[in-house]
């Protein structure tokens, strides 16, 4: 590994909430996890525009409470 990749993987705390998204042209999927690669919640879709987004940022937002997650 190099350098730069060792800092992002430091960057990933017991705090973090990762999130991983599947970019489409009309709808995306989204998956949280917490900093040892488990699973937090189902798939999130939501659709390309700004209500779409708006629910995905409250998806995680719900998230960081329920899971007590301060970093994204």
Do not use: P
């Not at 990933?12 to 599947?22: P, R």
């Not at 999130?44 to 998806?59: A, K, L, V």
Request: glycine share 6%; hydrophobic share 35%.
């Amino acid at each position: 590994m190099n350098c730069k990749q060792n800092q992002r993987i430091n960057q990933v705390k017991e705090t973090t909430l990762v999130v991983g998204i599947d970019i489409g042209s009309t709808t995306h999927y989204a998956r949280a996890f917490d900093w040892r690669g488990i699973e937090l919640g189902k798939v999130f879709r939501f659709s390309n525009s700004r209500e779409g987004f708006d629910s995905f940022r409250n998806w995680m937002q719900w998230l960081q409470d329920k899971y007590k997650k301060s970093d994204v």
